[in-house]
T-cell receptor, first 115, second 115 residues
Framework: EAQVTQNPRYLITVTGKKLTVTCSQN?????MSWYRQDPGLGLRQIYY???????DKGDVPEGYKVSRKEKRNFPLILESPSPNQTSLYFC??????????????FGPGTRLLVL | GENVEQHPSTLSVQEGDSAVIKCTYS??????FPWYKQELGKRPQLIID?????GEKKDQRIAVTLNKTAKHFSLHITETQPEDSAVYFC??????????????FGTGTLLAVQP
């Protein structure tokens, strides 16, 4: 089954404790992206990747890191989480390296609470 | 950069009535306009999209219109059903400078269809 998976789905942590949210897709998609969703703000892009070893900042990259060592995986890293990073996070992928001119397939979301 | 405004933020209709959600964008470089539906606790899913060379697109009970001159695009749902209740996001994508394009989301509309 074609899908985007994320882990964990729910995470409670404390300020400053490094964490990684994994994202994996099995559709051989070139483009992958991370969004955060906050009430009243919609979905905002954090980072994106056009292909292996090619990543770039989105609109709200501060406090986040990403890597794309393999085509199928695009982990989101919070080196020192802070309470303002409490949010719902979505990973997404699409076929083309130009990414956003076609259907984005979203993962199930990761709800993060930073205390 | 590009900015997408979406109205209304909440919309309540009676089953069988029509619902209209409107979005405006600021950057004339935007050329792809998808709409995503997000049911409670679920991931966003594409329901319809339109490109800038088309003024209207229809798929069964949903339609999208685009007015490039006014930089407006709208989602129309006819004969609404309770299962249409969800949050709807508009988005705009284009090459705003740089090697790839971005997808900018509106802030979402919570549609409630009353049986």
């Amino acid at each position: 089954e074609a899908q985007v998976t994320q882990n964990p789905r729910y995470l409670i942590t404390v300020t400053g404790k490094k964490l990684t949210v994994t994202c994996s897709q099995n559709m051989n998609h070139e483009y992958m992206s991370w969004y955060r969703q906050d009430p009243g703000l919609g979905l905002r892009q954090i980072y994106y990747s056009m292909n292996v070893e090619v990543t770039d900042k989105g609109d709200v990259p501060e406090g986040y890191k990403v890597s794309r060592k393999e085509k199928r995986n695009f982990p989101l890293i919070l080196e020192s989480p802070s309470p303002n990073q409490t949010s719902l996070y979505f990973c997404a992928s699409s076929l083309s390296p130009t990414g956003t001119q076609e259907t984005q397939y979203f993962g199930p979301g990761t709800r993060l609470l930073v205390l | 950069g590009e900015n997408v405004e979406q109205h209304p933020s909440t919309l309540s209709v009676q089953e069988g009535d029509s619902a209209v959600i409107k979005c405006t964008y600021s950057d004339s470089a935007s050329n792809y306009f998808p709409w995503y539906k997000q049911e409670l606790g679920k991931r966003p899913q594409l329901i319809i999209d339109i490109r800038s060379n088309v003024g209207e697109k229809k798929d069964q009970r949903i339609a999208v219109t685009l007015n490039k001159t006014a930089k407006h695009f709208s989602l129309h749902i006819t004969e609404t059903q309770p299962e249409d209740s969800a949050v709807y996001f508009c988005a705009a994508s284009g090459f705003y400078g740089g090697a790839t394009n971005k997808l900018i989301f509106g802030t979402g509309t919570l549609l409630a269809v009353q049986p």
